[in-house]
């Protein structure tokens, strides 16, 4: 009988060990670092840069089969130990203090869509909401993007309110955040949107319209490349069309064409 008592007894415990270890893993994973030992951003020497930061943990999203060009070395994921840690990002004011700390799994009480305890003035590049048929709010697992400003050894500016232009900072040295091309974004996406009697489709960049557009009046086409502000359309992948040639996709800092950054919406073009 005491022996019986003695093994329960240690099954308790290795139990109550195991459960104790993984409330602090968890609890460790939800704390942003220390940045006691790095070089804050108001002391380091930013240059201009262009493009967009992702969560590290969706960068698998840029190299998917199902994409019009998927990338040879694609990359191979995350354990799911690893996935889980990822799923906490920490973005930065000037002086290395915290601006904001938060969730990109919907599950979390603190994934960064949930209101009302989210930040209102954090306004992403992307993905805007979407919403089902009943109104609810569709949230998307780790996908947010933020537009690239500048960068410096340790550090990303981005920024993190598309409206007003705020600009914070990104530790690029944690392994949670990673600078991808908009070429990777709009191959996540696969399909680019835009209005053909606002937008041409050309031969080449500021040339002639291309003669296989002509008669195309969808607002769907399947992105191929880009060269500076220009993109390449080609319909004969994943569409029934031969249209193909070349869109502006963007002028300054407005963006020209739909896609997952916009929920897929034709934009609306300022006179």
Known sequence: MEKTQHLYLRFIAVVCLVFCVSSIRAAAQSEPKSLLAKVLPGFENFIKSDGVVIPYRSLSHTCSPL????KRDC?????????????FLTIYNRDGSIWYHFSVQPSDPDFYRKRPISRKDFVPLGPVPRFNEEGDEILTD???FLRLVAEAP????VEVNSESRETKYLDRTD??????DWSDVFNQSAFVYFDPTSVAVLEKPNGKPATECRANTSTKHTFSKLDGDWMFIDDRIFQASDCRGWVRWRKGQAILIGS??????VPEMEP
Request: hydrophobic letters at 35%.
């Open 175 to 180: 392994g949670l955040w990673t600078k991808v």
């Open 67 to 70: 994409t019009p060009n998927p």
């Open 142 to 144: 780790s996908q947010v």
């Open 154 to 157: 340790n550090w990303y500016e």
């Open 75 to 87: 990359w191979l994921g995350l354990g799911p130990e690893e996935w889980q840690a990822k799923r």
């Open 260 to 265: 997952i950054l916009n929920a897929e919406k």
